[in-house]
């Protein structure tokens, strides 16, 4: 099958290092839990300019550079590779392609047959999300998000696979699973 994958947050854990960026910045104390949407300002205030502004600052630092996998994507991701097609689908923009080549070569070596940038930061703002149209373009079979928002114009053959977080409770479509973890997103795999 082939199967898309988002980045951040489901192969690599951006939130907990970007919210202690965040936290320095802002004198705050805010944990992961405390997320309740896609952008943060939803919940913590500010701008969305001000958000996509300090997160491209984070993604100059060395914390950034560091990131690391989210639990149990290691070993899911090197399972799926043997058996299907797995391409990259990150909103990242592209500036920051030879940055993502080396996060993922580090923890995700040759995994991925292709990776694809859609400069969508902090998700989409206005109509259908630029990532929603690719992912239209690629038609997987399988698409790996954290966003519930990018899952919602799926192509009508494609199931969407939504990795929980606190900012993804809202309720799913008929197409989108719910996996608490990579070890469920595994079982789902195995059983469309
Ligand atoms: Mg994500």
Redesign the pocket.
């Known amino acids: 099958m082939k199967i898309a994958v988002?980045?951040?947050?489901?192969l690599l854990d951006?939130v907990t290092p970007f919210l202690d960026f965040y936290n320095e910045r802002h004198k705050t104390s805010f944990e992961t839990h405390m997320v309740k949407h896609?952008n943060f300002h939803k919940s913590f205030g500010g701008t969305l300019e001000s958000e996509v502004a300090l997160l491209m600052e984070f993604c100059t630092t060395e914390a950034f550079r560091n990131l690391t996998p989210v639990k149990g994507s290691v070993a899911a991701v090197k399972k799926l590779h043997k058996k299907h097609e797995l391409i990259i689908v990150?909103?990242r923009n592209p500036g920051l392609k030879k940055l993502t080549e080396y996060q993922l070569n580090k923890y995700f070596p040759n995994c991925f047959d292709k990776i694809i940038f859609t400069n969508e930061h902090c998700g989409p703002q206005k109509g259908k999300s630029k990532k929603a149209i690719i992912i239209s373009k690629i038609n997987p079979d399988i698409v790996i998000?954290?966003?519930l928002d990018?899952l919602l114009d799926l192509p009508k053959a494609t199931k969407g696979i939504l990795l929980n977080y606190p900012w993804n409770q809202n309720k799913l479509p008929k197409n989108v699973e719910r996996a608490m973890d990579w070890k469920q997103v595994l079982e789902i795999i195995e059983n469309v």
């Open positions: 988002d980045v951040d947050a489901v951006l896609y990150t909103s998000e954290d966003c990018y």
